[in-house]
């Protein structure tokens, strides 16, 4: 079992950037891939980005590719969604979940963070 916590989150101007961090207890990290969804205020969540087991190879959802980049520090048992040039759509509270298959469907994760709050606005 793996218990999961998301920081980083908060208020930035559209065209801005930020990092979310998941820090993860328990020492089989490693053997879990590691996905990012998000759900905006009446809608469901979504699916947003995911890292192999590894960290080599990685998966984005069409919104975000090119803008946000997923990574992972085994070492650190944490992983990061570096968010740049976030538009106001991107609003939302984003959480990070543990899988033993890589996927973009919440049914494929088996362990969910708090999530915590971005919110893009002027």
């Known amino acids: 079992q793996v218990q999961l916590v998301e920081s980083g989150g908060g208020l930035v101007q559209p065209g801005g950037s930020l990092r979310l961090s998941c820090a993860a207890s328990?020492?089989?990290?490693?053997?879990?891939?590691m996905g990012w969804f998000r759900q905006a205020p009446g809608k469901e969540r979504e699916f947003i980005a995911a890292?192999?087991?590894?960290?080599?190879?990685?998966y984005y959802a069409d919104s975000v590719k090119g803008r946000f980049t997923i990574s992972r520090d085994n070492a650190k048992n944490t992983v990061h969604l570096q968010m740049n040039s976030l538009k106001p759509e991107d609003t939302a509270v984003y959480y990070c979940?543990?899988?033993?298959?890589?996927?973009?469907?919440?049914?494929?994760?088996?362990?969910w963070g708090q999530g915590t709050q971005v919110t893009v606005s002027s």
């Open positions: 890292v192999t087991w590894s960290g080599g190879s990685t």
């Open positions: 979940a543990a899988g033993f298959f890589i996927g973009t469907m919440i049914k494929d994760y088996a362990y």
């Open positions: 328990g020492r089989t990290f490693s053997s879990y891939a």
